[in-house]
């Protein structure tokens, strides 16, 4: 096995939750921390890694910002999900009172998965790129006013001692990640329930995005998500990010795809890829 293939890029620092998932999903392999998204594809077209390990979106805080901007033109294609429960701690420099805290340092997904604690205890939230990241700056600083939001594992590699567990607001607190690489699965559509991505400019025609989108419900398609974001500067052109069940090869969603394509621009294929197991089980918990 080369060094790449052994690699994964992830994006913050050893002991985020991007990290954590990755030991999840590939647990024979090592993440690559990297800065920024951007840096994180650029690994993998470099070859330093094999694979990217990306956050899509929370379900409490939302979409991750920028990603959607970048998946597009990332050149690199999706080859599957995986959905990772998130559990903060709240740390500090070993010794220190929680009411001391003056600031809590974290990602700005996490701090606004923590705004009942940060109200509770009335610190000052600073951003960080990521939550490992914050909490090695803490490490570093060694200042009992200053706090972070991460993992139970930051708090551990950095020595770091944990006020208060689980602070969360939401006990679903869970973050969608994306696995990514340079070329897509060979899948078939007969290889079980799968998932496609995929973007799209509707025309600028009154109801196109209506019609456009038409083909998805007379094929019996079913869209999980469903994005706008604007392009090119303006406030005229946007891109859609669509995510639907099913293989862009099997008859309803390539009827549907040919129908999309007669309203729109750039129909592209993201990636088609297995389901993860968090989405069948909470199709079969709550009967969808």
């Known amino acids: 096995m080369t060094d790449a293939e052994n690699k994964v890029a992830i994006q913050g620092e050893i002991g985020s939750n991007s990290d954590m998932a990755c030991r999840e999903v590939f647990p024979d392999k090592q993440a690559l921390p990297c800065h920024g998204f951007t840096d994180a594809f650029a690994a993998v077209h470099d070859g330093l890694a094999n694979y990217a390990l990306l956050p899509i979106d929370n379900t409490v805080a939302g979409r991750v910002a920028d990603i959607h901007h970048l998946l597009p033109d990332s050149g690199l294609k999706i080859i599957g999900e995986f959905f990772h429960p998130v559990h903060h701690h709240l740390l500090a420099v070993p010794g220190t ?94 290889d079980g329930d799968m998932m496609t991505s995929f973007v799209f400019r509707v025309r600028n025609v009154p109801a196109a995005l209506y019609k456009g989108l038409g083909g998805f419900a007379t094929n019996g398609v079913n869209l999980t998500k469903l994005e706008s974001y604007l392009v090119d500067g303006g406030f005229i052109a946007a891109q859609f990010y669509v995510e639907v069940e099913g293989h862009s090869e099997q008859r309803p969603l390539k009827l549907a795809l040919e129908e999309l394509a ?14 993860g197991e968090f989405r069948k089980e909470y199709r079969e918990k709550n009967g969808d």
């Open 97 to 190: 009172k929680i009411e001391q805290l003056t600031h809590v340092h974290s990602h700005i997904h996490a701090l606004s998965q923590c705004r009942d604690l940060i109200q509770e205890l009335g610190v000052e939230a600073m951003v960080h790129a990521d939550t490992a990241g914050a909490a090695a700056e803490i490490a570093k600083i060694g200042d009992p006013t200053q706090g972070a939001i991460a993992s139970e594992l930051a708090g551990e590699i950095y020595k770091l001692d944990s006020l208060r567990a689980n602070v969360e607001d939401a006990a679903h607190n869970t973050t969608r990640f994306l696995v990514m690489s340079r070329h897509g699965l060979d899948i078939g559509p007969d």
């Open 262 to 275: 007669f309203f729109s621009h750039e129909v592209r294929i993201l990636g088609t890829y297995p389901q």
